[in-house]
């Protein structure tokens, strides 16, 4: 089956500075990428949409200078959240959908814990 | 607006026997999906069941299934015969439009699932 890989699964950083999250289809060609986030013990909300090769498209109230996505290849997306902040500690998560997936074709990766000291 | 209602916070359920989580959806599109995610404490978003808005037969997936009632615009899940290792965040999530329309899953605020023993 169509497989995510979401790296890293952790991440410590130091307030200020940026980190960058990545997720890469292993077996199919991601044109869209979904990505969220999930504070604790509270549903998914999506942050923004990739489109392979344009820029993403970035929900209400989320800051694109802060958390930069980029698409450039159908198997690489990633996000850097630039200089961050305690408030930025979350469960970011990946959702990729490619042209020849199934109506149910939403794969994830397995999410980064990020915690900014 | 929240598309996606589930009013079980957390529910309890006794090895063996059968548990129904509630979801229900708002919409306007006559083109929707409806899925079912388990999310354990790693994180990772297990995919389980899917129903598409056409499909007239409600969807089943081993001991997962999705009682499907359209004019209520609600899409339960039932776990027959439930284990200790379903215990778990449960996610309903709605796709709006056509299955290749490139469209986000909205989520839902989950449910809480704990198998006892």
């Known amino acids: 089956g169509a497989v995510v890989s979401q790296h890293p699964s952790r991440v410590i950083c130091k307030s200020g500075t940026s980190v960058k999250i990545e997720c890469r289809s292993l077996?199919?060609?991601?044109?869209?990428m979904f990505w969220y986030r999930q504070f604790p013990k509270q549903s998914l909300m999506l942050m923004a949409t990739s489109n392979e090769g344009s820029k993403a498209t970035y929900e209400q109230g989320v800051e694109k200078d802060k958390f930069l996505i980029n698409h450039a290849s159908l198997t690489l997306s990633t996000l850097t959240v630039t200089s961050a902040h305690p408030e930025d500690s979350s469960f970011y998560i990946c959702s990729a959908r490619g042209d020849q997936q199934g109506p149910y074709g939403y794969t994830f990766g397995s999410g980064t814990r990020l915690t900014v000291v | 607006a929240q598309k996606i209602t589930q009013t079980q916070p957390g529910m309890f359920v006794q090895e063996k026997e059968a548990v129904t989580l509630d979801c229900t959806y708002d919409t306007s599109d006559q083109s929707y999906g409806l899925f079912w995610y388990k999310q354990p404490s790693s994180g990772e978003m297990i995919f389980l069941i899917y129903?598409?808005?056409?499909?007239?037969q409600n969807a089943t997936e081993g001991r997962y299934s999705l009682n499907f009632q359209k004019a209520r615009k609600s899409a339960n899940l039932v776990i027959s015969a439930s284990q200790l290792g379903d215990s778990a965040m449960y996610f309903c999530?709605?796709?709006?439009?056509?299955?290749?329309?490139?469209?986000?899953?909205?989520f839902g605020k989950g449910t809480s699932l704990l198998v006892t023993p």
């Open positions: 077996d199919f060609q991601a044109t869209t």
């Open positions: 999530a709605m796709r709006e439009g056509r299955a290749n329309s490139g469209y986000a899953l909205n």
């Open positions: 129903q598409g808005s056409y499909d007239e």
